[in-house]
Each structure stands twice: as structure tokens, then as C-alpha cells.
């Protein structure tokens, strides 16, 4: 089953242990603006009668808004870049599809808490994946390039939950 853009927000907020307001802030910071209520409903699933475990969310959001989050993040965490886009435009977007959405985590958490390559293969490590740095160097590559590789969905949850047991331990 593949990681729900929802799922990748609940679980990275979970590891940071992100509150909601911070949340709307790190949006704002992104480019998107959203209210904690809003929020409050990416993050919730529907509710579901009976003893079925329901796989959606109230408020589905696109991998547009995740990357600007993401964004949000790195700016949090690093700072307003010196050259960054004036006059209201976006951000770059890297997303232009859900296959790449697990290398555009990768990427943009190695960047917002200045990971090392060493530090990310210890946060897989913590969850039980071994990776080599020549494995992690091909999923951090950009698309396109004759090395580069699809980050899966196993490397993208167990580094998460590599976050949660470093983070919040």
C-alpha cells in the first residue's frame, strides 16, 4: 500500500511533535495558508462504523501542499534564503507526480534539520533498515539523473519512525 500524502504529515508531525498552531505557521512559511482547523482535518481520518479501520482522511491534501509544508519546514528550522523568490512567488516545487514524493521527504528533511548522510543512515538504523551511503546517495540524487532511484515507501516510513524514536526519546 502506498504512503498516503496525509500519512507522511501525521507521521512527520508525530516525530517532531509539531503542534497545530505550528503547523499553520509552518504552512504560512510555505506559502499556504490554512487555519488549525483545516489542519486538524488533514490529520484526522474519517470515522468509521463498525470495527473497519478507515484509510482516509477527512481533508486530503495533494503533494503540492505537502512540499510546501516541507518547504515551510526548511525555512522554519534554516532560515529565509538570502536569494529566495520575492514579489510573492512560490517556492520551487520538485513534486510533479506521487512516485518522487518519498525522495522530496528525504531531501527536504536532510536539509531542514542539516542531516548528514552518516545522520540519516543512523535514523534508518534506529528503525531497522540498514542502507549504504551509496543507496542513500542514489534516492537523494535528483530525478533524471543516470544514478538516481525511487525512494520507496519502506525507506520513507522507517525513516520517519527513525525521526520519532530520535526526536521524541
Do not use: W
Not at 462504523?49 to 495533494?62: H, L, M, R
Not at 536532510?110 to 542502507?131: F, H, P, R, W, Y
Request: hydrophobic share 40%.
Amino acid at each position: 500500500m502506498c504512503m498516503q500524502t496525509n500519512d507522511i504529515l501525521n507521521r512527520l508531525r508525530y516525530a517532531l511533535d509539531i503542534k497545530d498552531k505550528e503547523m499553520v505557521e509552518i504552512f504560512a512559511l510555505g506559502g499556504v495558508e490554512t487555519t488549525t482547523e483545516e489542519v486538524r482535518e488533514m490529520l484526522a481520518k474519517v470515522p468509521v462504523v463498525g470495527e473497519e479501520k478507515s484509510n482516509e482522511f477527512v481533508k486530503t491534501i495533494d503533494i503540492q501542499t505537502l512540499e510546501a509544508f516541507l518547504n515551510g519546514l526548511v525555512t522554519l528550522k534554516r532560515g529565509v534564503q538570502e536569494d529566495a523568490p520575492t514579489n510573492g512567488q512560490k517556492q520551487f516545487l520538485m513534486a510533479n507526480d506521487h512516485r518522487n514524493v518519498n525522495n522530496i521527504l528525504l531531501k527536504k528533511m536532510k536539509i531542514a534539520l542539516s542531516l548528514t548522510s552518516e545522520d540519516m543512515i543512523e535514523l534508518l538504523q534506529l528503525a531497522g533498515v540498514n542502507l549504504s551511503k551509496s543507496e542513500l546517495s542514489a534516492v537523494l540524487r535528483k530525478e533524471g539523473h543516470r544514478n538516481y532511484k525511487e525512494c520507496g515507501d519502506r525507506y520513507a516510513r522507517n525513516f520517519l519512525k527513525g525521526l520519532a524514536l530520535k526526536y521524541r526519546s
